[in-house]
């Protein structure tokens, strides 16, 4: 068997990447949209006009800078949030199986055409639909477009992230109208928790103060009137987190 070389495994990752490239514009027009922004918490990519938008999963591939002329890959970037970099070790994992070291080095001297390249790769590799280069200062922020979202999912996954005043867009918490920040409560919760543990759709961060869990006791579950006095709010992920080392003293 004929050993795959890195160059023609390029050349053919960038002509596949062409094609479907002009297939994505042509299928979604992204550019007939006024406004385009992405979130890393979301992991989306936005193009709107007014109330019409249309929304797409991507993942990062990693970044070129003009001003050191270097490529950084996303996995081995730390200001690079999990959500936008979840797959590209999948990169990573094949450049060591096939001994391509620029799949495997996190950060060295490059070029933009080059950062293409590796774009590419991360496309075929990640099956993705497309990519797209926002640039942002002297970054140029190379993504792959995993898949396009309906409204229906793209509002599914926007509804588990709250804006915090004080820590911005986090995933959302549910906990009772008397827990807070100041004054030890209590804290009871549905499920053990960790930080940045993993959730699945139907699970959500959810915490109860002692009161609460009395009334709740009294019960015998979370009735009407339990519900009533706890009178569940919506906060972000980290307040719930100070809020239960505030009550419990450890995370
Ligand atoms: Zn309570
Ligand atoms: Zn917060």
């Avoid at 002329?69 to 199986?97: Q, Y």
């Avoid at 640039?135 to 926007?158: R, T």
């Avoid at 499920?191 to 002692?210: G, I, K, P, R, Y």
């Amino acid at each position: 068997m004929q050993q795959l070389t890195y160059a023609s495994f390029v050349e053919s990752c960038i002509e596949e990447l062409k094609a479907l490239q002009e297939e994505f514009k042509n299928k979604y027009n992204v550019n007939s949209y006024e406004n385009w922004f992405y979130n890393q918490v979301k992991g989306l990519l936005t193009f709107n006009t007014g109330q019409n938008e249309i929304n797409f999963r991507y993942e990062e591939v990693g970044t070129f800078s003009t001003t050191s002329n270097t490529w950084k890959w996303a996995w081995d970037n730390e200001n690079t949030l999990p959500e936008v970099k979840e797959n590209i070790g999948r990169v990573k994992d094949f450049g060591t199986e096939s001994n391509f070291n620029k799949l495997t080095n996190g950060y060295f001297e490059s070029s933009e055409e080059e950062a293409w390249e590796f774009t590419a790769i991360a496309t075929k590799l990640l099956n993705g639909i497309g990519v797209y280069r926002p640039v942002s200062d002297h970054l140029m922020i190379f993504m792959v477009i995993l898949d396009h979202l309906d409204n229906q999912e793209a509002q599914d996954i926007k509804d588990r992230y709250v804006e915090c005043a004080d820590h911005e867009y986090r995933r959302r918490a549910f906990v009772c109208k008397h827990l807070n920040r100041q004054h030890k409560v209590g804290f009871e919760e549905a499920f053990e928790t960790v930080e940045n543990m993993e959730l699945s759709d139907d699970d959500d961060l959810q915490a109860w103060c002692a009161e609460c869990e009395l009334v709740r006791e009294r019960e015998g579950e979370w009735s009407d009137n339990s519900m009533a006095f706890a009178e569940i709010k919506l906060v972000c992920e980290l307040c719930y987190f100070e809020m239960k080392e505030l009550n419990l003293g450890h995370r």
